[in-house]
């Protein structure tokens, strides 16, 4: 076996997030129709806005425009963590940014197992963002030990899955065939189980305690929670759901829209009410229901450096202090208020946020800066000049707050519950078995490649 003979990992992402698509389509039918209604927007848009056709068709396909970002599971122990985090890697998948989302009211924590670097992201920029259950914040131990239990004895992974990643580690990589079934068995990981693995009672029990545990200690894997296609605007595809019937959360998550978006917009249908099944002791089945999937999109904007994060946290904290958003959608209007008017203080103009370096931006040479041999001036007045142009990086995570606000509105509204702040990256770390890649360094990095290269071509004095 030659290294040639090597299905690309990027490839290998490809056909995965295509066949979960599938899948979660067949298994959730609303789903599919928010695919049609978000593709149904993103062409008008782009009828309507010939720039921004040019624009994605210089910067990205044009045709995978209304395909899946991203998806979700929730996983409940350490070596379930370990092992997904090898099975991403056969994918081009790595863990990047570490999200604690106990102050938020939820007991997990989470990163994003996603592709890093531009070509990459191109390809196919499927990624999952990935939630260990926190089971110490429990506080009934009893229950904390009864779920511990149940989770050390399933098996997530099929032995074909867990063979083929080994398999791939020791040889470098999977060839067409092996590519294929490897794909057709971690899929299985993802599927949704309607038999509980537990009783009606402890189901209750386990929903008790917070409705994320029941989600995740219930079931025979860590089901598919949604998939997230980008849309190009998501205030039209938020407005027009109810007309397709279905539900849409009460709010966007994230920034206010704006003309220069920044960072991440996101918003979801409710999750549905499904059918399941327990067993109990005397092994007969009773029927119940549980709620945990969904559907979700997203719009992406630039990626902001720390002090640009900073001051986009206090301006969101100061509208939400303003305003609480409801769950019921009383106030949705008021909070959008608050929101437009806390991020006046947000600079809404590409310059201005590079300057007050705020976000990271990707600089080259214009067509005028290539002819000339030498560059005889400072970076900022050779923009000024016409001859180096600069465009925003688009922002490739997650944000704490919203992903809260996705999670309780899928786990009912009455779920929100306090626990105390207790981010641990360095268990996280250790249960992951690796560490997660810095957001801000790696956004950083790419704006710095980029200068350099644009300084070395043009020749600047400076350089
Ligand atoms: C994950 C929620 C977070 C996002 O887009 O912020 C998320 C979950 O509900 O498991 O997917
Ligand atoms: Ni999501």
Redesign the pocket.
Known sequence: MTQSDFITSDSIRSDFSAAMSAMYRDEVPAYGTLMRLVARVNEEVLAADPEMRERLAVTDSLERISEER?G???LGTAQELSTMRRVFAVMGMHPVGYYDLSTAGVPVHSTAFRPVGDARLKINPFRV?T?LLRLDLIKDEVLRNEAADVLSKRKIFTDGALALVEKAERQGGLDRQDAERFVEEVLQTFRWHDKAIVSADMYERLHNAHRLIADVVSFKGPHI??L?PRTLDIDQVQERMPGEGIAPKAIVEGPPARRCPILLR?TSFKALEEAVSFRDAGGSWRSGSHTARFG?I?QRGIALTPKGRALYDRLLNEARQRCRPAADGSNTSEYEAALAEAFRAFPDDWNAIRRHGLGYFTYSLTAEGQRRKRIDMDLEAAIDAGLVRFDPIVYED??PV??AG??QS?LGDDATQEFVASPNQKMFERELGATVLDEFTHYAGIMRASLDRCLRHGGFAAA
């Open positions: 991203h979700a599971i929730r963002f939630s929670n949604h997230t996101q979700e997203e997650f944000l919203s992903a996705i999670f899928n």
